[in-house]
C-alpha cells in the first residue's frame, strides 16, 4: 500500500505520517531523506529524531532509497522535497534528468511488498518564487507529487493538522 500525505510546511504531515506508521506497525522505519546541510538544518534534523522512540527503526538516505529491503515492513519516507533536493542538486537542477531519475527511483521502492507513508510538501501553494531556480524546483515538486499521488492507494492533505481525504 501507498499512503501519500502533502501539505503547507508546519501542517502536520510528518505528525499524522507517525500516527498512521504506528497504527500499521509495532515496529516502523523512518526512512530520512535529509542532507545535512548546516548547523540549523542539523537542529531540524534532531528536532524530527526527538519525536520518535525506540519503536522506530531510522535509516537515512539521501536518493537510492530502493537499495534496502523493506520487503513485509511500514516505512514512513520523509520527506519528497528533500529527496528531490537531492536529485536537484546532483543534476546541476536539470528538472527533465532528476524527474526522470527520481520517477525510476520511486517505481523501484514502490515495486516492494510493503506499506510506503510518503511525506511530501504542496510549496506550489506558498509564495512565488522570486528565482528562475526556485521556479524550476517549485514546477519539479508538483509534477512529483502528482506522479506519486497518482500511485497511491490513498492520499491525504493536512491543512492546519487537520487530514482531508483526497482519495
Not at 10 to 37: D, I, N
Not at 111 to 122: G, K, P, R, T, V
Not at 136 to 144: A, E, N, R
Request: glycine residues 8%; hydrophobic residues 35%.
Amino acid at each position: 500500500m501507498i499512503y501519500y500525505i502533502s501539505g503547507g510546511q508546519r501542517s502536520g504531515k510528518s505528525s499524522y505520517g507517525q500516527q498512521m506508521a504506528l497504527s500499521l506497525s509495532e515496529k516502523p522505519v523512518y526512512l530520512a531523506t535529509a542532507r545535512h546541510w548546516d548547523g540549523d538544518f542539523e537542529k531540524r534534523i534532531e528536532r524530527h529524531q526527538a519525536d520518535r522512540d525506540g519503536r522506530w527503526e531510522n535509516i537515512e538516505e539521501e536518493k537510492e532509497l530502493s537499495q534496502h529491503d523493506f520487503t513485509g515492513k511500514t516505512v514512513l519516507v520523509d520527506c519528497v522535497t528533500l529527496w528531490l533536493t537531492n536529485y536537484f542538486v546532483d543534476t546541476n537542477n536539470d528538472v527533465d534528468t532528476c524527474l526522470e531519475q527520481a520517477k525510476a527511483e520511486f517505481d523501484k521502492l514502490a515495486n516492494q511488498q510493503a506499506n510506503f507513508i510518503i511525506i511530501s510538501n504542496e510549496i506550489g501553494m506558498g509564495t512565488h518564487p522570486h528565482t528562475e531556480v526556485g521556479m524550476k524546483f517549485t514546477d519539479l515538486q508538483g509534477w512529483m507529487n502528482q506522479y506519486i499521488a497518482q500511485k497511491a492507494d490513498e492520499a491525504w492533505l493536512m491543512v492546519s493538522g487537520i487530514p482531508l481525504k483526497l482519495k
